[in-house]
């Protein structure tokens, strides 16, 4: 009777958690305007420079790291000479998994425009992307 009650629970509990859990909701959609240097550290790993208006300060920003197992991210070169660049990114969880990005589009003017950026693995060691022109 004991074992009928702990299974009977177990299959409420997964039927519950895979009606509710697993469904993908949006954490976080955003969109980095003003962009002045995009930085690839390595696979699917980025960060932009941003410089607002006519302020001097320029900061810096890391995207979230971690991509869905369907996506990749879109290097647009769409941006006009005289334009600044921009970032479009679309965060989901899905209750199981950890959280990933679902869209991430960067918008630069040309190739010439990601520059290689720095990755530190710890004792398994560190280094620079180095973009080939």
Known sequence: MRNTFIVVVFVIVMVIVSVFGCRERIIEERQINNVVRVFW???EKYSVHVREGG???IR???LPQY???SAKPRLLADVSPKDRMWVRYILITNGLAPDC???LEIHIRSEADIEGGG???GKFGSGQI????
Do not use: F, G, R
């Open 41 to 43: 550290h390595e696979n």
């Open 55 to 57: 302020s001097p300060d």
């Open 60 to 62: 810096l920003v890391t």
């Open 67 to 69: 991509m869905c197992v």
């Open 101 to 103: 990005l679902k869209v």
């Open 119 to 121: 990755w530190n693995h």
């Open 130 to 133: 180095s973009v080939i022109q």
